[in-house]
């Protein structure tokens, strides 16, 4: 995990405070997650390359959907439960995308490899 220090007293040139203290916020956050998807790789292997093999898109479309489904839940009040957050459910939601963009940035480059020696 890289980490990000910020001078946060002068603006880089063509960009102002503002956007980049933004861009130090959106940091920290994905900082975040990425220690999260590491965690939980370190914990639980592979599941997510393993079924995305089996299934391709099919299994992010599924489990964002499940993520969705708490999100809801959380936020209409209709359940209360104890060991999860919506700030949870967004980590989440935003892993499982990262992780279904790495996929799909790797299944390309192998393609386009496969594509370059049959021709």
């Known amino acids: 995990m890289q980490d990000y220090e910020l001078d946060m007293s002068l603006p880089r040139p063509k960009e ?3 956007d980049y203290s933004f861009k ?5 956050i994905t900082d975040d997650i990425i220690s ?3 965690s939980k790789r370190h914990d639980y292997g592979d599941s997510f390359e393993t079924i995305w093999d089996t299934f391709g898109m099919l299994s992010v479309v599924v489990r964002l959907n499940d ?3 708490r999100l809801n839940n959380l936020t209409t009040g209709e359940k209360n439960p104890q060991n999860e957050t919506i700030e949870d459910t967004f980590k989440d939601i935003i892993g499982y995308c990262l992780l279904a963009l790495r996929k799909l940035r790797i299944d390309l480059k192998f393609k386009n490899k496969e594509i370059i020696k049959v021709r």
Request: glycine residues 0%; without cysteine; neutral net charge.
């Open 67 to 69: 993520k969705i489904s």
């Open 36 to 38: 999260l998807l590491v």
């Open 16 to 18: 102002s405070l503002q």
């Open 24 to 28: 130090a916020e959106i940091i920290s």
